[in-house]
């Protein structure tokens, strides 16, 4: 019996740059983040979008573009944060650019929501500059708190769109590409004909593809793709 | 490349990029000689790092420079509001104006009397804040306004503390949140220096507390602030007071309060109207230099009615957009800037939706869309209905098929090119694209 190759199991790590962006249609919002690390003075944007829109990716990229400038940026995950807001929020407003993710986690719950316009009046009154990112428009996330929300839109809201077929295939080769695999053009056209056309499951299918095809010692043909992706493998 | 930097960069390649963005790159580096000072901008974040990296930053700093000294602290976690930690401790008690010294006001110097834009739904307000600041304590004491978020009321408690200001540059102004006023009490408690914070708040002339709401609750806070008002009060100084509801309604704040915050004036302002909207726009918009169109302004307005912080930010995003694609300001272009957000785009397109939407479109009867027939009238709608599906949801090209009467995904993708090549052909075609895509996007 032919012993099983082991893929091992690691996260391919990515640098999150504006860089490896894909822009789509959303140069509009890109625009005005990378113009946010770069200007002087109070500017605050929130953008929202579906799932695998790039929401994390672009705040992220934010707080290096930032960092690359010499000033220091600071990413708030709000939906993996430890602690409590409160102190996990405590003196943000001493660093030049602050980028909150998962706004939408904050959404109906009363102490977290203090927690963050608390931080937006103190951000407010030292010139921070501040970036938000949430699933929603911030005019209609559930906050509890009306202040709240009003005060995301001040700077200005960006829904960020999904990237459209077009694009994808040279996202989709980036990503494997990354990960150290080759996927051909036409495994790429068979998703994109055949399953769900979302980034995420996308890039999850090219992940399975890749675990598979060393696991199996198989190069990723069409056949290949239907077997793994049809058995859940 | 600063050692701090260099740290950073190999800290890049051991801990995930999420980590780094979130701890890391929050700290301030302050680099001498023989020591490396890390000030975290709060005591979790100072306690995050010493637990998950400060033995690789230390590890890592100590290759480059072993006689390095690496510190870790947390820096101070509130800002002082308004410097008076050092002014509160040399002041005395009594509010003799020209034997205390000055204070930082926290005023926005921005916002005046000028750049504020009265309106039918603010002039009462507007007039009262100007009396109050031409002749302090002397006509409403207190003055309190409320509104809904986003009206202005900020604004106006502002103007009235720069002219203040600009006619009694002596006297003691300060402006500040609730939240500021309980975050200073509770920390004066902390450090035992509540003496001087009392001392320092009933010295002063004139006091500019916006949300007043977020007082409710809390019960100490609520107790300090009864008093010093009455101290203010007792002594004629002005007592400004913002609170997005009649005071009354606020849950959780006591009786007595409630009844003091009534003896002066107590002031709506309501939601602008149209020219007044339009009129903020103008403004802002020659604030920053930039020429707006009537016609733009009005559709701005006209479809942003919630609150004046939105129509800023529509503003600044129509803006923004003009100037980075270097395109000038016209009404198609401010549609389309703001596309989404003056639609309902929280809603989900279902393929349903589109179906229904491009039957009413082409005149013809939703499950024609569904149907086994193929003659020219039924194809061309559900061919667009198909390509649409395609760009505006996510569903799989079998899964769109399947909805259209159990089609094959062969031709869906026959569909979508079909109306592609017809787009760029036919000048009708690409402007029934665009309406229907207009029409779902809201």
């Known amino acids: 019996m032919k012993a099983e190759q082991l893929p091992i199991q690691m996260s391919v790590g990515r640098d999150r740059t504006f860089g490896n962006f894909h822009t789509g249609d959303n140069a509009a919002a890109v625009d005005r983040l990378k113009r946010l690390c770069d200007a002087a003075g109070a500017e605050q944007v929130f953008v929202w979008g579906q799932a695998f829109t790039g929401k994390s990716h672009l705040l992220q990229a934010v707080c290096r573009r930032t960092a690359q400038r010499g000033r220091r940026g600071v990413f708030v995950p709000l939906k993996t944060l430890p602690g409590e807001d409160a102190g996990v929020l405590a003196g943000l407003e001493n660093v030049e650019v602050i980028c909150v993710d998962d706004m939408d986690a904050a959404a109906g719950d009363a102490a977290r929501e203090e927690a963050l316009f608390d931080l937006i009046n103190r951000a407010r009154a030292r ?36 990237l459209s077929d077009a694009d994808k295939p040279q996202a989709l080769k980036l990503h494997a ?6 996927v051909p053009d036409d495994v ?43 058995g859940g493998a | 490349m600063s050692l701090w930097q260099q740290c950073i960069t190999e800290l890049e390649s051991l801990l995930p990029e999420e980590d780094v ?27 995050w790092i010493r637990k998950n990296c400060l033995g690789h930053i230390s590890r890592i700093l100590s290759l480059k420079q072993d006689t390095l000294d690496v510190q870790l602290e947390a820096g101070p976690q509130e800002t002082p509001s308004a410097g008076q930690e050092t002014a509160a401790e040399q002041r005395h008690t009594g509010l003799a104006q020209a034997a205390e010294p000055r204070i930082e006001s926290c005023l926005n110097p921005e916002q005046t009397f000028d750049t504020f834009i009265e309106g039918k739904s603010n002039r009462l307000a507007c007039a009262a804040a100007q ?21 202005g009321k900020t604004h106006l408690v502002h103007a009235i503390g720069n002219e203040i200001k600009r006619t009694n540059e002596n006297l003691r102004v300060l402006y500040l949140t609730s939240e500021r006023f309980v975050a200073d009490m509770v920390r ?31 019960e100490q806070s609520q107790e300090e602030f009864f008093h010093t008002f009455n101290t203010l009060f007792q002594s004629q100084s002005q007592i400004i007071m ?16 409630k009844s003091r915050f009534g003896w002066g004036l107590t002031q709506a302002i309501e939601p602008p109207g149209l020219e007044t909207r339009v009129a903020i726009l103008q403004s802002k918009a020659r604030h920053d230099g930039v020429a707006l169109p009537d016609e733009v302004a009005n559709y701005i307005a006209e479809n942003i009615r919630s609150n004046i912080r939105e129509l800023e930010g529509a503003l600044r995003r129509v803006i923004a957009n003009a100037s980075f694609t270097s395109n000038p300001i016209t ?112």
């Open chain 1, 127 to 162: 010139n921070c500059r501040m970036a938000f990112a949430a699933r929603g428009n911030p005019t209609r996330l559930p906050f509890v708190l009306k202040d709240l929300s009003s005060r995301l839109v001040w700077g200005g809201v960006y829904r960020l769109a999904p």
């Open chain 2, 242 to 257: 913002t609170c997005d509801c009649y005071p009354a309604e606020v849950e959780g704040l006591q009786e007595r309060l």
């Open chain 1, 177 to 182: 590409r990354e990960r150290g695999c080759t």
């Open chain 2, 331 to 442: 009404i198609e272009f401010a549609r389309d800037a703001l596309r989404d957000l003056i639609a309902t785009h929280n809603r989900i397109l279902t393929i349903e939706k589109i179906q229904k939407t491009a039957a009413d479109y082409y005149s013809i009867r939703p499950n024609e869309m569904v149907s086994p027939r193929r003659n020219r009238t039924v194809v061309r709608p559900r061919q667009m209905a198909m390509a649409l599906a395609k760009d505006l949801t996510n569903h799989s090209l079998p899964e769109i098929g399947e909805a259209f009467g159990g089609r094959d995904h062969t031709t869906v993708i026959h569909a979508c090119r079909k109306i592609k090549d017809l787009r760029q052909e036919n000048t009708q075609v690409e402007q029934e694209y665009k309406d229907l895509t207009r029409i779902l996007n809201g």
């Open chain 2, 131 to 151: 009396q109050v600041a031409a002749n302090p304590s002397k006509s409403f004491n207190p003055l309190l306004f409320y509104s809904g978020v986003g009206l």
């Open chain 2, 188 to 218: 004066a408690l902390r450090k035992g220096k509540m003496d001087s914070f009392t001392r320092f708040y009933r010295s002063l002339n004139v006091l500019l507390v916006d949300d007043i709401q977020f007082f409710a609750d809390k």
């Open chain 1, 188 to 230: 790429i056209r068979y998703l994109l004909h055949h399953h769900p056309r979302n980034m995420g499951y996308l890039a999850d299918a090219v992940q399975r593809l890749d675990h598979a095809s060393l696991r199996d010692q198989r190069r990723i043909t069409v056949p290949f793709a239907r077997a793994v992706l049809a």
């Open chain 2, 21 to 47: 963005n979130t701890w890391i790159r929050s700290l301030e580096a302050v680099e001498t000689e023989h020591c490396l000072r890390l000030v975290a901008p709060n005591a979790s974040t100072r306690e």
